[in-house]
């Protein structure tokens, strides 16, 4: 059964609406997730990592006050997308496990479609 | 800079057996894991290396060289639902997880 659950599956909204997205896991705790972005045809794009009880850890070139990242348990992690916009529109996929320094396979959520109008 | 090579596609027949092949050179190496991943739909594991040989698991197998930087899926006896996209993704020296491209395998019967 499904490790990481992830909510919503898809969302569709007009431009300029914020949209938030859960990420839970349901098995485990998990001290870091990760935030991924993939666009049509291309490979994931890691966005953030999410660290319980602290700041996320942004990657270049990805805006932290357009993605908002709060990790505030052990088992649940949300991105806002703020003022969503057209070019927003992509598929979120969060993943948890995979401790930093331990060799354990990431656990994917379902990931969530995203299509702003 | 950090890089992994993949084919974008390849076509195999029902029944079949293809190698789907992933070369890197990144910044160190602390393991590599290979994901399936069907349209629409999340990655989901399917194996890791981090020692030279291969790994058998049913009909899928993995194999690395360290000293090539070079890895390959292997799938035997494919089925229609092995259609998808293969993704490579090498561990770096600062545990960080570097994707390849994916690989979209296409099943004809």
């Known amino acids: 059964g499904a490790v990481v659950s992830q909510h919503p599956s898809r969302v569709i909204c007009k431009s300029g609406t914020s949209v938030k997205i859960e990420c839970r896991s349901l098995d485990f705790q998990a001290t870091t997730m990760f935030w991924y972005r993939q666009f049509p045809k291309q490979s994931l794009m890691l966005m953030a990592t999410s660290n319980e009880g602290s700041k996320a850890t942004y990657e270049q070139g990805v805006e932290k006050d357009k993605f908002l990242i709060n990790h505030a348990s052990l088992t649940l992690s949300t991105l806002t997308v703020t003022s969503a916009h057209p070019e927003d529109s992509s598929f979120y996929i969060c993943?948890?496990?995979?401790?930093?320094?331990?060799?354990?396979?990431?656990?994917f959520g379902d990931g969530t479609r995203l299509s702003i109008l | 800079g950090q890089n992994i090579d993949q084919p974008t596609e390849m076509t195999a027949t029902e029944g079949a057996i293809v190698q789907i092949n992933c070369t890197y050179q990144t910044s160190g190496f602390n393991g590599l894991f290979w994901y399936q991943q069907h349209a629409g739909e999340a990655p989901t594991f399917l194996s890791y290396n981090v020692l030279d040989g291969l790994e058998e698991k049913g009909r899928f197998s993995s194999f690395l060289s360290r000293s090539k930087g070079y890895s390959y899926l292997l799938l035997k006896e494919l089925q229609m639902k092995d259609s998808a996209s293969y993704l490579c993704a090498v561990v770096d020296s600062n545990y960080q997880l570097i994707w390849g491209a994916g690989t979209k395998l296409i099943i004809k019967p």
């Open positions: 993943s948890a496990g995979g401790a930093d320094r331990a060799f354990q396979p990431q656990h």
